[in-house]
């Protein structure tokens, strides 16, 4: 007997495919414009805050990566060396839009009130620093600035904590993961297990060819890699963008000897957990902890 569909029915299946091969197409050859929106919001590629906008002092600093590629970055320090000797550095890895003027609020709170030393820094791409942000592009970024906070005469001996959000988390496991002998401690906020992992729920169009996604990320893997440091989850419980169970799921798959630490915001979402009350006195608790350590 010959088969038979009705000719919407076809023109529906026909549609789907092609819809998912476009989809598949659009994320295999933009997918690092998609992920890395280094132009929002506007004027990001232009304009960069000063940390002196909040009172704050700094070096501008320009570091160059083992590609040859020139980033920005600013240094927030204590003006009396021994102070700054004394207390932690921050490695401030941020979210996936905006620059790194955008966070100098909340380096605000690190330097003022839990008296932090801070690195900041621009990815690649991203507010004044060179080149085009892919995954092997951040990495090399991030490496960079672990090398030179290593090898300042200053802040080289201090402990050092990765805090990263969203995106800017996955950067900060993998720098630790890669290098945890050089670091005291990790948080991290809203950060996924991966992203391949993350479209099926940002883009349930295109999640069946997730596959083709080659920014990869690969935090649950990385995260395990981590055996000895103490880590801070933040998590929002209504993150629109990452599903909550994946920083759940991180949790989990987490297996060191230094404490392993789950702060939950009933209200918060993926961009606002960091306003949301406890957020700060969780970090500061934290930090407290790491001080006490000898």
Known sequence: MTSYLPWYLSYSLAAAAVAVLSGGALLYHFQCEIIYPANFPEGSRTNVAKPSQYGLPFEDLTLTTSDNVKIRAYLIKHLDDSKARQRPTILYLHANAGNM???????NVFHKEFECNVFMLSY???????GS???????????AALDYIKK???????KL???GQSIGGAVSIDIVARNEALFSGLI????????PKVIPHVLPMISRVA?????????????QQITRLPVLFLSGRKDELVPPSHMRELHRLLDTT???IWCEFPDGTHNDTCLKPGYFDAIKGFLDGIMSRK
């Not at 690649?124 to 060179?130: F, I, N, P």
């Not at 942000?133 to 490496?143: F, H, N, S």
């Not at 991290?188 to 992203?195: A, D, G, H, M």
């Open 161 to 163: 904590i990765a805090y």
């Open 124 to 130: 690649r791409g991203y507010g004044l620093s060179e």
């Open 258 to 260: 230094g404490k392993s």
């Open 101 to 107: 003027g955008h966070r100098l609020s909340i380096a």
């Open 152 to 158: 300042h005469p200053i802040i080289g001996k201090t």
């Open 133 to 143: 942000p892919t995954e092997k592009g951040l990495r090399k970024d991030a490496q």
């Open 188 to 195: 991290i906020e809203n950060t996924f297990l991966s992203l």
């Open 211 to 223: 596959f083709l996604c080659h920014q990869i990320w690969d935090s649950e893997r990385m995260i």
